[in-house]
């Protein structure tokens, strides 16, 4: 009769025998290089497993609960072998299971899976502060002074029922001696679907996760994560006491932060054929630009604009300073072109994208909060829009709805791309790599074209200036337009959709994305003279007039246009910049500044209106005014017909433009009005 050979044996055989495709023992070497990296887990790949012995690795997700403890100690024993100080040195070892055959989606997890070993993809929303668990409690006897251990498995503590001494008969005030009992850090997380996964109208579901030992605070809150464990059961309290109904929760074994390089490993050979095939495509650029918003009519310069935010620059990390490569666009428009589905596309097409809106988003929402865990007390942190969308795209609609509070919030995750968070003793700063697609509607319902971008969108400057690219759409009733537009709209109805078709199939125009995004195109020398005449050209043009001239270009502009540049070259798969790309997006900011950064007074490029709100005409109107003003301050209180008439003789200022020019001052502060009639300076 032939010996039934253990679970311990076979782990055993597994690691001494299985060999990779190369022929070497795979699991033998990674024991050894245990002791090199000072490691205390053995991952192990299931789909290696399964190659090995299929009903073994059955067994194993059945009742990995059972199984993993006892692997354990056979790494130990291996250990023992390789290195004894280390093995003898080392407290606790842990067997990892990664790659299972196939993920549990979270919306699907119930009990059929209670004590099973699952993997679940998802984003982290919450995650608690570090806490110690026991997981071996020592005890003392109050009445004969005896020690007692207890090895603590469960959810629940267990404390001795009565005294370990047969002599002693005590059965209560037993007292946990900390120094004695052994200790763990343990983690609380709570994971939450990807965007991509989500069914249309539905809430996004959520799951709660164990961490332990060295596990803890691997992940943060915005990660997205691959992770591997066992589902636990939890049970609810009412107020009868405990209740039929248990909570689901998982018991991690393993997890894994998945970024860009995860979804590059998604790729298959085929798919990087194809996405060559697309790359060398001399028409590429324009197959792809006709891919963004198919459906859509017209404005191909602001899908130009989204095109190159979906792939974005190059971020360099210099010693002293972070320049940031992702995109930042805003459209305003007029109601009814198409701004709301330009979002919804690009958050889509991105390989990772999310979609809120100004109205419906406060600032903890879109940056990070810190709320009090229910039970414990303990503050924690939850993810918003924009750390969850870190290293992808944050479309945010209707930004110009959002309350004033809630909008200054966006500041220091625009430029410097990330959420400080200092609230309820938590000190942290998260991530917000992200590009930020943001449409806005005219305050007055219709874009004014006499009026300056900051005139027409209730939107402060501080926002304005840290959008690379800011376009207009406005809805002009023009006859020819009109008649390719509205046959391009019925056509789709007519054809329910099908009449559009992307040269591009959407899913691979999000791998391509993904694949560019390896790409680090630097800039060639023929870029960067074209790039710095360009520039020297546009200052020297606003020096022409003298120092008060309007100021056209800054060096945020000229570092738009490189991260711009960057992005073309990807898009064309491209590890340098060509001077045809700095071509193209040159005169794409043309576009952008002479649709908002124009004086309507002087009809000059003026940067100062995204700047200060005010072009610089206005800010010499405004400085005569207040210069007439001192002037006149020093003879006593200022009447404004005084004003009024001085302005006219002095500075050829009519009384209706003085009337406008003091009422701003008077706005902004600078002057203010003592009693009707008089005007003083503010000190």
Request: proline share 5%.
């Amino acid at each position: 009769m032939t010996r039934q050979t253990t679970p311990d044996e076979q782990f055993a055989r597994f690691i001494e025998d299985y060999r990779d495709a190369k022929g070497s023992l795979k699991y033998d070497q990674a024991v050894s290089e245990m002791v090199v990296k000072g490691s205390r887990s053995l991952y192990v790949d299931l789909n290696d497993l399964y190659t090995f012995d299929l009903e073994f690795a059955n067994a194993i997700l059945g009742d990995p609960e059972g199984f993993i403890p006892a692997f354990s100690g056979v790494v130990r024993s291996k250990l023992k072998l390789k290195d004894p100080v280390y093995a003898e040195g080392v407290k606790n070892i842990y067997v990892r299971f990664r790659n299972l055959p196939a993920d549990t989606p979270l919306r699907k997890i119930g009990s059929e899976h209670i004590g099973r070993l699952v993997m679940v993809h998802g984003i982290i929303v919450r995650a608690s502060a570090a806490t110690p668990m026991v997981v071996r409690a020592a005890f003392r006897c109050p009445a004969c002074d005896s020690p007692i251990y207890i090895e603590q498995d469960g959810q629940a503590f267990v404390t001795p029922q009565k005294c370990s001494n047969v002599d002693c008969r005590n059965k209560a005030g037993f007292k946990l001696i900390p120094k004695e009992s052994v200790f763990i850090d343990s983690q609380r997380l709570t994971i939450q679907e990807r965007p991509e996964e989500l069914p249309p109208g539905q809430l996004p579901r959520s799951l709660n996760i164990d961490l332990k030992d060295d596990l803890v605070d691997l992940a943060r809150p915005g990660d997205r994560v691959a992770l591997t464990g066992y589902i636990e059961l939890v049970q609810r309290f009412g107020r009868g006491g405990l209740l039929r109904i248990f909570d689901l929760i998982l018991e991690a074994n393993n997890i894994e932060i998945s970024g860009r390089d995860l979804e590059l490993a998604e790729l298959t050979p085929e798919d990087e054929e194809a996405i060559s095939k697309i790359a060398e495509d001399p028409w590429v650029h324009r197959r792809l630009l006709q891919s963004v918003a198919p459906s859509i009519y017209g404005n191909e310069t602001i899908k130009e604009a989204v095109l190159y935010l979906m792939f974005g620059g190059v971020t360099k990390e210099l010693p002293d300073v972070r320049i940031r490569g992702d995109i930042n666009v805003l459209l305003v428009g007029d109601p009814g072109t198409g701004k709301s589905q330009m979002l919804q596309f690009a958050s889509r097409a991105a390989p990772r994208g999310i979609m809120t809106t100004g109205r419906g988003s406060t600032a903890a929402g879109l940056t990070a909060a810190v709320v009090k865990e229910g039970g414990t007390g303990n503050f924690i942190l939850e993810a918003g829009a924009l750390v969850l969308a870190d290293q992808g795209i944050c479309c945010i609609d209707e930004i110009d709805k959002m309350k004033e509070e809630d909008r200054g919030a966006i500041h220091p995750a625009m430029e410097q791309q990330i959420v400080p968070i200092a609230k309820g003793g938590i000190v942290a700063t998260l991530n917000a790599r992200t590009s930020i697609l943001a449409a806005a509607n005219p305050t007055l319902g219709r874009y004014n074209p006499y009026q300056t971008i900051g005139q027409n969108i209730s939107l402060p400057v501080t926002i304005l200036s840290r959008f690379d690219l800011i376009f207009v759409l406005k809805d002009v009733p023009e006859a020819e337009r009109d008649v390719r537009m509205a046959e391009h709209i019925l056509g789709l109805h007519r054809a329910a959709g099908t009449a559009v078709t992307s040269p591009i199939d959407p899913q691979l125009l999000r791998k391509y994305i993904s694949y560019a995004k390896r790409l680090k195109p630097v800039l060639t020398d023929e870029a960067i003279n074209r790039f710095r005449d360009f520039y020297v050209k546009m200052r020297t043009a606003s020096q022409a007039e003298g120092e008060q001239s309007a100021v056209s270009i800054t060096a945020r502009q000229l570092e738009s246009l490189v991260r711009l540049a960057e992005a073309r070259a990807r898009a064309h798969l491209r590890s340098e910049v060509s001077v045809e790309d700095t071509e193209a997006v040159i005169t794409l900011m043309r576009s952008s500044l002479e649709q908002v950064g124009i004086d309507v007074t002087t009809g000059e490029i003026d940067i100062d209106i995204l700047y200060t709100g005010k072009p610089r005409s206005l800010q010499m109107q405004l400085q005569k005014v207040l210069s007439v003003v001192a002037e006149l301050e020093k003879h006593g209180p200022i009447r404004d017909d005084d004003l009024y008439e001085t302005l006219l003789n002095d500075h050829n200022i009519n009384r209706t433009e003085a009337a406008k020019l003091i009422a701003v001052l008077m706005r902004d502060g600078t002057i203010y009005s003592p009693r009707p009639g008089t005007y003083k300076r503010a000190t």
